[in-house]
């Protein structure tokens, strides 16, 4: 079992930055892949970065070279640094994990980015 937690987000201008962070508790989630998604209103829930145990990251095509996806398993954490915001970056990020053919879901929290 395990629970992931969520903190960061609020509200950015168009070209700033956030950090959003997630905390896992369970040591599951030193072994499973980690990352964000994120859903924005009216629009299904989609992939911005996910890393796996050994490592491995991707990251969704409107994200690379400006959202950085950060692991510490040391901690059951891992980070989303996010720069270069866009107005249709504003979603509820969910910190999300897979481990054994079950997912677990953060409870999300919300970005805002402003024109």
């Known amino acids: 079992q395990g629970q992931l937690a969520e903190s960061g987000g609020g509200l950015a201008q168009a070209g700033g930055s956030l950090r959003l962070s997630c905390l896992a508790s369970?040591?599951?989630?030193?072994?499973?892949?980690m990352g964000w998604y994120r859903q924005a209103p009216g629009k299904e829930r989609e992939l911005v970065a996910t890393?796996?145990?050994?490592?491995?990251?991707n990251y969704a095509d409107f994200v690379k070279g400006r959202f950085t996806l950060s692991r510490d398993n040391a901690r059951n954490a891992v980070s989303l640094q996010m720069n270069g915001l866009r107005p249709e970056d504003t979603a509820v990020y969910y910190c999300?994990?897979?481990?054994?053919?079950?997912?677990?879901w953060g409870q999300g929290t919300q970005v805002t980015v402003s024109s």
């Open positions: 890393s796996t145990s050994g490592g491995d990251t």
């Open positions: 369970g040591s599951i989630f030193r072994r499973a892949t």
């Open positions: 999300y994990g897979a481990f054994a053919g079950r997912t677990y």
